[in-house]
């Protein structure tokens, strides 16, 4: 009986035996010597073949491969496990970054094989060069693409760590190029912008999907460019949302002032400055089209929307328009192909209140959002951008920036039924215009975007009103929509 006892009790006692070696080899840190030893006695069994990465070729030009490989590798966790590395500060002021020291190993793993990497140091030619150690087994099967996501992942960090710049053109002569530049440090993003949240998601996707669509664009023959218009009244984010567009894709962004534009010609040759990966804006289209207060004429504008001298380089631009209402614009403006995604941004409702109050104010609930609700039912409304001021200036007191929110929308609340008593009072004559107005989802006319701040939030008022019915924001992909 004993006997059969006997193994399992051997067994178990193997088993705790080894649980504490290895308790004792990490805890002394013999651990690592243990691992080397075990390598070495791995490498003794196994045939290696090794690939070298300098940093110039045999014409000391730049190997771009070494770039890559080196950003690649130093965004590798297994960095802080190399023996020697060292540290140093980032782009940013708080950053520490970790280098690989000369000669220094560093490991990776990639579809189950292991690849080391060694950070020769400089030779006799002054060059430092990586090489690559993978088993001779392993290099038919992984070679190839653990080059190319070496490739990848590069191209994806040099994306995110750019530096992007904002342009903007110049009055002159053009000798030296029209644009100049300063970095873009808009904090914007899709996070920040109180809009609903499918639509942002749509759009966001929408995006990424241009981003990677080359291939397709190329086989319709068409110039590689997504063209987005933002309507809405003032403070309503359009600006803020070209912010984010960048940030999302990490693009510049050339901000394309018309009235500094000489001629049609002037507009070609500002197109053709721009650089790959940017957003081109024009803001407040609807104004220099218009007032006609540029010296460009409506064909120098269309042929700017539809990048006709930008299909020699074929290379991915997004174009942004904005506008305050597209009511009088030309529909040639707004045809399909030229336009690809209209985007309406309109006042505050209750949803994206409680958005801003989550960005600004740090509050999800509160016991005043429900009378904040009933006033927004009721009507009332204003501009994120003018809530978002009210909220800033009471930032430490959420209650109070609450209840100056409330008064605030009262007032507006007030002055529109002032308004519209005004509007009835009136009668006859005027009442054409007020059914027109209303019966086109309110028509700003020219005269009307002149008229000051009441107004326009006035018809603000009648725009959310019309818009309700619907949606708040209006997405409508590859046509007119009005
Ligand atoms: N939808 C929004 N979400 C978050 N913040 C907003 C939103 N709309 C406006 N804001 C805030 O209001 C300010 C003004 O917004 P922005 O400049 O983007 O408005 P706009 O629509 O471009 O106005 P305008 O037509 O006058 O140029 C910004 O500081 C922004 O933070
Ligand atoms: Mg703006």
């Not at 490498?43 to 730049?62: A, C, L």
């Not at 950053?95 to 990639?110: M, S, T």
């Not at 299909?311 to 707004?334: G, H, Q, W, Y």
Request: net charge positive.
């Amino acid at each position: 009986m004993k006997l059969v006892y006997y193994p399992l009790l051997l067994l178990f006692l193997g088993v705790c035996f080894l649980f504490l070696v290895r308790a004792f080899l990490i805890r002394t840190g013999l651990i690592y010597v243990t691992r080397k030893w075990w390598r070495s006695i791995e490498d003794y069994f196994h045939v290696y073949q090794f690939y070298k990465v300098p940093e110039f070729n045999e014409s000391m030009q730049e190997n771009q491969l070494y770039g890559k490989v080196s950003d690649y590798l130093h965004s590798l966790a297994s960095l802080e496990d190399s023996d020697f590395t060292n540290l140093l500060t980032g782009k940013k002021p708080n950053d520490i970054v970790l280098r690989l020291d000369p000669n220094q190993v560093i490991e990776d793993d990639f579809l189950g094989a292991k690849v080391s990497w060694i950070n020769e140091a400089s030779d006799k030619a002054h060059s430092r060069s990586f090489v690559m150690k993978i088993r001779k087994a392993d290099k038919r099967r992984i070679l190839r693409p653990y080059l190319q996501h070496i490739h990848t992942v590069s191209n994806e960090l040099e994306e995110q760590n750019k530096d992007l710049k904002l342009y903007t053109n110049i009055g002159g002569d053009g000798q030296n190029g029209r644009w100049r530049s300063v970095s873009f440090t808009h904090p914007s993003t899709f996070e920040t912008i109180a809009m609903e949240s499918d639509l942002k998601s749509k759009l966001k996707s929408d995006l990424e999907s241009f981003s990677k669509t080359k291939q397709y664009y190329h086989r319709l023959g068409r110039v590689w460019k997504r063209s987005y218009l933002l309507f809405g009244p003032s403070g309503t984010g359009k600006s803020s949302f070209v912010s984010a567009v960048a940030n999302f894709l990490r693009y510049d962004v050339y901000d394309v002032d018309l009235s500094r534009v000489a001629d049609d010609s002037d507009l070609k040759l500002l197109l053709l400055q721009t650089t790959t990966k940017s957003v081109i804006v024009i803001e407040d289209l609807d104004r220099f089209l218009v007032e006609k207060s540029t010296a460009v004429s409506l064909s120098g504008v269309l042929n700017f929307m539809d990048g006709i001298l930008n299909s020699c380089c074929a290379e991915e631009r997004i174009l942004v328009f904005t506008m305050t209402s597209k009511d009088n614009i030309d529909p040639a403006v707004l045809r399909p192909g030229r336009i690809d995604v209209h985007i309406h941004f309109p006042l505050c409702d209750f949803t994206a209140f409680k958005t801003l109050a989550n960005n600004y104010l740090g509050v999800k609930d509160h016991k005043l959002f429900p009378q904040v609700e009933e006033i927004f039912q009721n009507g009332a409304t204003l501009s994120p951008a003018e809530i978002g001021e009210l909220m800033i200036a009471n930032r430490n007191s959420p209650s109070r920036a609450l209840k100056s929110v409330i008064t605030a929308l009262q007032a507006e609340g007030d002055r529109r039924s002032y308004a519209s008593v005004g509007r009835r009072l009136l009668g006859g004559l005027s009442r054409h215009s007020t059914e027109e107005s209303e019966n086109n989802s309110g028509i700003f006319s020219p005269e009307n975007v002149n008229a000051g701040k009441d107004f326009r939030k006035l018809y603000g008022l009648l725009k959310l009103k019309s818009s309700k019915k619907s949606q708040s924001y209006e997405i409508v992909s590859g046509q007119k929509c009005g």
